[in-house]
């Protein structure tokens, strides 16, 4: 140590407090940022992960400073209004739909993050007695068995509608069952319809019927009739707000959004 050199234990203790007020600064800038940067992110979401977003968008406001202002919609139906010019900050569609928005120029390109999957279900009203769905031959046997049942209309597009009337076809009843259908609004819930007594029973994605009170939840439809929806979201391509759509990306990927996902009949996708 040189004659111009201080003590050790000053020069920690100077070094303490320039740490401890870089600290500080840092923390009143980090909180300052935040304050100007808190945005309200508008979201159109596909309804097939309605309830889980539901559930987590208090929770990601309260930790983000962010607000969300959320459409819902088939994604089918979300497409066609981006379509047709209407825009949003963040898309939270299946995965085929979202791959289809960053190809027509609607969606980043590379912004686009899997977070959850879901199979469809079958259900009937609560306190009914349970019908049989355990193989293909049985499953086709209580569709044919059922005074009525309900499905979103494949003419709406929807993920689960389409597949079940592929089913439907693939099975050889379709015109058998297309007479008895009954088909909720473009933005329904099939399983609504078992309550109100309109349906014996109805075929629509595991977490949307779940989400409906009054129903009892038969299983899943046997091997190649159960269709696996993947969900996605991405940055919409005129955001103004990127940033803030990306922390909700990331939002949802969290353990603590799988946790909600599992509660909902969804599946959580890894990063």
């Known amino acids: 140590m040189t004659l111009s050199d201080p003590p050790s234990h000053l020069k920690d203790k100077t070094m303490t ?13 980090f909180a300052h940022i935040s304050l100007v940067k808190a945005a309200e992110i508008k979201v159109f979401s596909t309804i097939g992960v309605q309830a889980a977003l539901e559930e987590l968008t208090p929770q990601f406001e309260k930790l983000s400073g962010h607000r969300l202002s ?8 979300l497409v066609k209004r981006i379509q047709a010019g209407e825009t949003a900050d963040l898309l939270v569609l299946t995965q085929q739909s979202l791959d289809a928005m960053i190809k ?3 969606a980043l390109a590379g912004s686009n993050s899997n977070f959850s999957s879901s199979g469809m279900a079958v259900v009937v009203k609560q306190g009914s007695p349970k019908v049989d769905i355990s193989t293909p ?13 309900a499905y979103s209309n494949p003419a709406f597009g929807g993920a689960s509608g389409v597949f079940f009337a592929k089913s439907l076809e693939q ?10 259908a009954k088909y909720p609004p473009a933005s329904g819930n099939a399983a609504q319809l078992v309550v109100d007594g309109e349906a ?10 779940m989400a409906v009170q009054g129903v009892a939840l038969i299983g899943a439809p046997p091997g ?3 269709n696996i929806t993947t969900y996605t979201a991405g940055i919409g391509a005129t955001s103004s707000v990127a940033g803030a759509a ?8 969290s353990p603590q959004a799988g946790a909600v996902y599992l509660k909902r009949g969804l599946k959580p996708e890894k990063k």
């Open 17 to 29: 407090i320039f740490f401890s007020r870089a600290a500080l600064v840092f923390a009143l800038l």
């Open 104 to 106: 027509e120029g609607k």
């Open 137 to 149: 031959e049985a499953y086709k046997q209580t569709l044919l068995n059922a005074k009525t049942i």
């Open 246 to 253: 990306k922390s909700l990306i990331d939002f949802l990927q």
């Open 70 to 77: 959320i459409t819902w919609a088939t994604a089918a139906v």
């Open 224 to 226: 190649v009739f159960n």
């Open 200 to 209: 014996d029973l109805a075929v629509q994605q595991e977490p949307e019927v």
């Open 171 to 180: 099975m050889g009843i379709a015109e058998s069952i297309k007479a008895k």
